[in-house]
């Protein structure tokens, strides 16, 4: 399993950033889809996920403000984020989660300033 996270970035705090996440897997339509995240010094953290049949999950500090969604044909997962605030920033992690097995990808950096 290897998962491609992309769409990381700098911008002001009220932006919007985009992350998706391909996975080259056959199991990615039949997994739960999670991000997650993790500032310095911090550990890493739920943000979000999302069940092969659609439901999804917040934290609490995104809701409301972070949607995640699936394309099972193009095996890829998305978390749209609006309103960004300063302490959202930090790596944020694609996981897929599938038989009791955990899968990670590199992270995707998300700078929000103030």
């Known amino acids: 399993v290897q998962l491609q996270a992309s769409g990381g970035g700098s911008v002001q705090a009220g932006g919007s950033l985009r992350l998706s996440c391909a996975a080259s897997t056959s199991i990615f339509s039949v997994s739960v889809m999670g991000w997650y995240r993790q500032a310095p010094g911090s550990q890493r953290d739920f943000v979000a996920f999302i069940t092969r049949s659609g439901n999804t999950n917040y934290d609490d500090s995104v809701k409301g403000r972070f949607t995640i969604s699936r394309d099972n044909a193009k095996n890829t997962v998305y978390l749209q984020m609006n309103n960004l605030k300063p302490e959202d920033t930090a790596v944020y992690y694609c996981?897929?989660?599938?038989?009791?097995?955990?899968?990670w990808g590199l992270g995707t950096q998300v700078t929000v300033s103030s």
């Open positions: 996981n897929l989660y599938y038989q009791a097995q955990n899968y």
